[in-house]
């Protein structure tokens, strides 16, 4: 009999954007995109292709990263990071909602509601999320612990799940859009899906 796994795990292809005028124009370090990389690359058991931008916060150049990472890179996933506050300098949510073709506002309001665990100043946050293609583009906020305590949500000292990560739902959203079929590590967030959508377990990686 066969020791050879059930299947094997699909790659993925994760658009990362850093939304920065000052680091973009190197003014000071970008930390955006290596705390994007770095809780993805520990939350995501399968291969992962990085495809990075780091770019000002002007609603064009927005809206055409976005456009160009899903069309022509063909990335199934794309995060972005700063640009969502109330200041006119801030457009990242206008610039993606330009480029969706269906919005989808209860990853927005998880995050939200993680923030207000921290800061009042939460409900000044406008991070949203849409859908463009077979693609699902997440805003989250700018600074690398919110990134992932919105990503991953709040435990407990035991490890328990207090505020559960907008992450969680991420695979299974992946997966009603025709994209790949993405594992987690559940020691970082388990993802959830029902039973029907849940494939036979694969290999340790």
Do not use: H
């Amino acid at each position: 009999m066969s020791d050879a796994p059930a299947y094997e795990l699909d790659l993925v292809r994760i658009g990362v954007v850093s939304i920065s005028d000052r680091a973009s124009s190197g003014v000071y370090e970008d930390k955006g995109l290596p705390a994007l990389q770095d809780w993805l690359a520990r939350a995501v058991r399968n291969p992962i292709e990085w495809v990075p931008r780091l770019i000002a916060d002007e609603r064009e150049v927005i809206a055409d990263t976005l456009r160009d990472l899903v069309d022509n890179a063909g990335c199934q996933l794309v995060l972005t990071t700063g640009g969502t506050g109330p200041s006119p300098r801030d457009v990242t949510p206008e610039a993606t909602l330009d480029v969706a073709d269906k919005e989808m506002p209860g990853f927005g309001e998880q995050m939200r509601q993680i923030s207000l665990r921290f800061v009042p100043t939460a409900i000044l946050s406008r991070q949203t999320a849409v859908i463009r293609k077979q693609a699902l583009i997440l805003n989250l906020p700018g600074q690398p612990k919110s990134i992932a305590e919105t990503l991953e949500g709040l435990k407990d000292a035991n490890g328990q799940s207090l505020v559960p990560g907008i992450f969680a739902a991420v695979p299974y959203c992946i997966d009603l859009i025709g994209g790949p079929y993405i594992e987690s590590r559940p020691e970082v967030c388990a993802a959830f899906r029902p039973k029907s959508a849940i494939r036979p377990a694969s290999p340790k990686t």
